[in-house]
């Protein structure tokens, strides 16, 4: 049988199987879906291959899975972060109900995603892409009562996104009379995009959904906040990058390699849009979600909720590299695509065992966990310098190309745009570390133990990670740079663990982190040794209390207000919120429907009138409606 | 005995008369008897689809006289296609009811036999090839509804049944007008008369004819603004009524209304205006069923909402659009049978059937929640289920003919859908229980039996559409066939 059919049917199988087995045994739920994910993750990477194309065809259209080396890119992410997610998930769902339901969603959830990426036509892609629409939207509400506000937010946008794809797609197959995305792409190399871009801006709207692109973005704080940790690490990790994928195929295959630079004008609502004009607009939302989102993460006093709005803000990195479109910024962004998926994983799922461990994630209830989770301290560390874009670890190469294939490329505001947003991440990232591990030991927090060893190891692994792609990013490249020949980009260049600009200077990354790491493990060897003999009580003299003599339980280390004047400065930013927008839309229709529906008041003679009210209509007006 | 369409009319009537008097014997054939003769008529449909399909329509003329002046029956791809579904979904209504408490408590002999009237008139209209003989058929259907909206005998059933006797008195009176003139005008009953004589007709008297028609039968069809009675019929009914009514007697009307507009008369206008009132039909619809509290009135509002979508799509009326109606069709017969089968239990102790009072439900009855999240799901339109299928190829037969603003409609509409039907599934899983667990209603065997099949089927035609393609495929065509549904009706006259 086929490398894809056995693969979903792995994954589909195994979200079965792990449904009805929770009936046996809570555990052996999680440990069905992990042994699914992972024998559909072995068996994927020894079969792969990306010649190897399937047809068939149903309902009268021709369907064709493969693999491209694009989409060879995300499976890393997806089948990756998939198994390393439900192997935390089984020790961090462990006492929760319905794991049966969760772990179905889960696989169904990791099978889609693996869908979307064999599909090679729109229209399986659609139907894997709705697929994974719903499963998570089962996920998001898993927690119940308060989230189904959040869960038919989640849903009537990502229903937007999925209806403005589908739109297109019905369009595109009256063009193309062919569902197949290539023939698309062929079809816009030979007529041009003219006449397509309504298509081309569903498209952009259907994906900007899912990867949380301004001012589509709403649903996604929530929603990633308040689905199990476990998920959330794949929620944002690798079901946003589907967005980041569909948007690669449209911004990179469709909108550069065929703008011809023509402008025709398409009149009325669609006058003076060219292909040019969309990736501005792409490059500026994605930059605006960029800077709203780290704006959002430094006033959130709950870290799940920090982390949330931080991946709407990396993912609008991400979306205004692909829409600059050049060589490098593409890389960068491709780079940072994989890496987000790495370091918020590993961030969600860290946050999950503070949460499993402590019982909650607000940064000012908790403080001091260090000595109590030093594991998972080392993860949230490092992944936050991975976050933060700081050498040697993975993000700072992401960031590096593409500061530097903004700067090229000429889009010198945007780089300001990013470059505020990436030192504001600073920020936040700080928060997370000293509200939840630094600081004072509060009296709560006296029993917490580190997490079970089944949680750490994939966070220690998503961890290492981001130190090895840091040092050697080479390895990452290779793939992005096959990935990128498919779209487009020939002979793309890259090294092993150097990373060039186009000065000709070069960095060499493997010594720098050679040295930091060593300056890093030495001192960590020293502080441990010097600190060990236990605690340093903090003496009165260490801190200005306004000369008053603070007692042993009273904590000092302030959580609240943490950016105040940070806060403050930016204030006006903070005002109009597109959330406000929404519900101001939201309530008018509500109006609107209240009006309509009262046409039925639910009296018969009203009812008979309507009726002779019609007949004598049609009647009189016989003429103009049937000529 | 040789399988002919005429059992379809004449098996059922014969059972329906000669229930009470086996009911004398023992209380159990009343229930046994509707079910032996869907059975019978499910095999027949079977046998007859697969003749259709191989040698072309069957005509069948009644009692000796030939058309044009005899009555005649025909069972074409098309019509047969809607004959079998609605003898399906009477078969599934058969084995869910089998057991209903409700109707335990009140005469179930009534039941049945209204419910056998019921497919027999909705059969009939679809099978007739005499319009005087479809307008018996309709009253048929109408007061078999009547009385099965006011089943329960209470103020508010009778109500909604008044209402409906209202609407539909209505209905009859226009479509008997609409048949004099037609009478007087070409003096033929017969349908493949009417349609190869229509041109004869004076056009204004055509059109005035035509409207008579659209607005009696839009009446059943539940077209906007004729559709007053169907909120309150549905949400008064018995369970399986309402299933009945979406699933069976409101194809009926539709059928009517596609056989006017693509075989009877040829009127230049007639699919813009069925585009136009299905859009409006729809949306209105679907913007009251966002407001509603009652669960059966928001799936008697969505019911609504799916018929103006099917009047949309054979507006367009090319044959993607025709099949992409049919199976429209066919997905608001199972899945709205679904729907309505299993909320039944889900306010089966209510009687304002709130939605507010399904809190927490998804615990208790579990597989009931179960297979209405499903039929929600599939009534959305979300694959991998079959009502993903129909909406797809109404959206590409419209993008086809290059109608943008329909299918952003469309597709406008199918997010309100996921406002309202997502918020009953929220309520269902994911809000704390209000109920006490002996307050629920567990269903019974039969019932699971009947609504997992549609489940099932929902799921299966998801997954593989080709099950019924075909069908659908051979169906548009005779449908299309104008020229070839006359011949068929008139020469077999000579032979």
Redesign the interface.
């Known amino acids: 049988m086929n490398t894809y059919f056995v693969v979903l049917l792995i994954l589909f199988g195994g979200a079965i199987i792990s449904f009805a087995i929770n009936k046996v045994s809570y555990l052996l739920s999680g440990i069905v879906a992990f042994i699914a994910t992972a024998s559909a993750t072995v068996f994927f990477y020894l079969n792969v291959d990306t010649d190897n194309f399937v047809q068939f065809s149903l309902a009268g259209f021709d369907f064709q899975w493969g693999l491209n080396s694009l989409s060879l890119l995300f499976t890393y992410i997806v089948l990756g972060l998939g198994t390393l997610a439900t192997l935390y998930s089984i020790q961090y769902m462990r006492f929760k109900n319905n794991l049966g339901y969760f772990y179905f969603n889960f696989l169904l959830g990791i099978g889609s995603m693996m869908g979307i990426l064999f599909s090679q036509d729109f229209i399986s892609f659609f139907i894997f892409w709705e697929i994974m629409t719903w499963s998570s939207y089962l996920i998001v509400v898993y927690n119940g009562n308060k989230t189904h506000k959040i869960g038919i937010k989640y849903m009537i946008f990502s229903g937007i996104g999925a209806y403005a794809m589908l739109m297109s797609i019905v369009m595109i197959y009256a063009d193309v009379k062919s569902f197949l995305i290539a023939d698309y792409i062929d079809y816009i190399s030979q007529v041009g995009l003219s006449g397509h871009y309504l298509q081309i801006i569903l498209l952009i709207v259907g994906f900007g959904v899912k990867s949380a692109l301004m001012p589509l973005h709403v649903w996604a704080p929530k929603a990633y906040a308040n689905s199990p940790m476990g998920y959330t690490s794949l929620f944002s990790g690798a079901l946003s990058k589907m967005g980041v994928y569909g948007l690669s195929i449209v911004l990179l295959s469709l909108l550069t390699n065929f703008n011809t630079g023509e402008n025709v004008s398409l009149g009325g609502l669609f006058e003076g849009i060219n292909a040019e004009f969309i990736r501005i607009i792409v490059q500026w939302l994605g930059a605006i979600t960029a800077v709203m989102g780290t704006l959002y993460a430094l006033k959130q006093n709950d870290a799940k909720k920090l982390l949330a709005y931080s991946s709407i803000a990396q993912l609008g990195y991400i979306i205004t590299g692909l829409a600059i479109g050049t060589e490098l910024a593409v890389m960068g962004a491709l780079f940072l695509a994989v890496l987000h998926a790495i370091f918020k994983g590993a961030l969600f799922m860290a946050m999950g065992a503070v949460e499993r461990q402590a019982g909650t994630t607000d940064m000012t209830k908790i403080s001091g966990l260090v000595r109590k989770m030093p594991f998972t301290f080392i993860v949230t560390l490092m992944s936050i310098i991975a976050l933060a874009g700081i050498p040697p670890l993975g993000g700072f190469v992401g960031k590096w190309l593409l500061y530097e294939g903004m700067i090229t490329s000429g889009h010198y505001f945007l780089v300001v745009l990013i470059f505020f947003s990436s030192t504001a991440a600073f920020l936040y990232c700080y928060r997370i570390l000293f509200g939840i591990f630094l600081g004072q030991e509060e009296k709560e927090t006296i029993n917490v133990r580190e997490a079970p060893i089944s949680m750490l190891i994939p966070m220690l692994l998503l961890a290492i990670l981001t130190m090895v792609f840091g040092t050697y990013p080479g390895l990452l490249f290779e793939p992005i740079a096959n990935a990128m020949s498919y779209i487009g980009y020939n002979d793309v260049v890259w090294e092993m663990s150097t990373i060039s600009n186009v000065w000709g200077d070069k960095v060499s990354l493997d010594y720098v982190s050679l040295t930091i790491f060593t300056v890093f493990i030495v001192a960590m060897i020293f502080l441990t040794i010097k600190n060990y003999k236990g605690t340093r009580y903090v003496t009165t003299k260490d801190i200005s209390t306004s000369g008053e003599m603070p007692t042993e339980n009273e904590n000092l280390t302030f959580q609240l207000n943490f950016f105040q004047p940070f806060e403050r400065a930016v204030a006006p930013l903070y005002k109009r919120s597109m959330d406000k927008i929404y519900n101001t839309i939201g309530e008018s229709l509500d109006a609107l429907f209240n009006f309509v529906r009262t046409i039925y008041t639910g009296n018969g003679q009203t009812y008979a009138l309507y009726v002779i009210v019609f007949l004598v209509i049609m009647l009189i007006f016989k003429d103009s409606i049937f000529n | 005995m040789v399988i002919s369409p005429v059992h379809y009319i004449a098996v059922p009537l014969l059972a329906a008369f000669v229930i009470p008097l086996f009911a004398k014997l023992n209380r159990e054939f009343v229930r046994i008897i509707p079910g032996i003769v869907l059975l019978y008529l499910s095999y027949v449909s079977i046998v007859l689809m697969n003749q259709v399909s191989s040698t072309g329509t069957i005509s069948e003329v009644l009692a000796g006289w030939a058309p044009p002046f005899g009555i005649n029956l025909v069972f074409s791809a098309f019509s047969g296609f809607l004959a079998s579904l609605m003898t399906f979904m009477g078969l599934v209504i058969w084995i869910y009811s089998y057991r209903f408490k409700k109707i335990d408590d009140e005469p179930a002999l009534k039941f049945y036999v209204l419910f056998l009237m019921l497919i027999t008139g909705a059969i009939g209209i679809v099978l007739t090839g005499d319009i005087f003989n479809l307008f018996v058929f309709l009253e048929i259907v109408g007061i078999s509804a009547y009385s099965l909206t006011s089943f329960y005998r209470n103020r508010d059933g009778a109500?909604a049944g008044?209402?409906y006797l209202?609407?539909g008195a209505?209905a009859s009176t226009?479509i008997l007008l609409g048949i004099i003139l037609l009478y007087s005008s070409i003096g033929t009953l017969n349908m493949a008369d009417i349609a190869q004589k229509s041109h004869l007709i004076p056009t204004?008297l055509k059109?005035?004819i035509?409207?008579?028609f659209?607005?009696g039968f839009g009446?059943e069809a539940e077209m906007f603004?004729?559709n007053?009675?169907a909120?309150?019929a549905y949400s008064q009914a018995p369970g399986p009524v309402g299933a009945a009514f979406s699933g069976i007697a409101v194809k009926a009307g539709m059928y009517v209304i596609i056989r006017l507009i693509y075989t009877l008369f040829d009127?230049?206008?007639?699919f813009q205006?069925l585009i136009v009132m299905g859009l409006i039909t729809t949306i209105?619809a679907e913007?009251?069923a966002?407001?509603?509290t009652n669960l059966k009135r928001m799936l008697a509002y969505s019911s609504i909402g799916q018929m103006g979508i099917v009047m949309v799509a054979f507006g367009i009326g090319t044959r993607e659009a025709i099949i992409a109606g049919l199976f429209l069709m066919l997905n608001h017969a199972i899945i709205k049978g679904l729907l309505f089968l299993s909320s039944s239990y889900l306010v089966y102790n209510d009687d304002n059937k709130l939605i507010s009072s399904l809190s927490g439900l998804g615990k208790r009855l579990p597989l009931v929640s179960f297979l209405f999240a499903l039929g929600a799901?599939a009534i959305?339109g979300?694959?991998?289920f079959s009502g993903?299928?129909s909406r797809?190829y109404l959206?590409?037969a419209?993008?086809?003919k290059?109608l943008?603003y329909l299918?952003?409609i469309i597709?406008?509409i199918?997010?309100i859908e996921?406002?309202y039907y997502?918020?009953v599934i929220?309520?269902l899983?994911?809000?704390?229980i209000k109920v006490k667990s002996d307050d629920v209603q567990k269903p019974s065997i039969n019932a699971v039996i009947s609504m997992s099949i549609l489940g099932i089927l929902i799921i299966a035609i998801g997954i593989?559409?080709?099950l019924v393609?075909s069908y659908l495929g051979n169906a548009a065509d005779a449908l299309l066939d104008k020229a070839g549904y006359i011949e068929n009706v008139l020469v077999d006259i000579n032979n």
């Not at chain 2, 009127?267 to 007639?270: L, P």
């Not at chain 2, 899983?429 to 704390?432: A, G, I, S, T, V």
């Open positions: 109500e008044f209402k209202l609407l209505f226009l204004s059109v005035s035509f409207i008579l659209v607005v009446i603004p004729l007053g009675w909120p309150d009127i230049e206008g007639s205006f209105i913007v009251s966002m407001k509603q799901f959305v979300l694959p991998p993903f299928w797809l959206l590409l419209a993008a086809d290059e943008i299918i952003a597709l406008i199918a997010v996921i406002v997502f918020r929220n309520k899983y994911f809000k704390d593989y559409p080709d393609t």
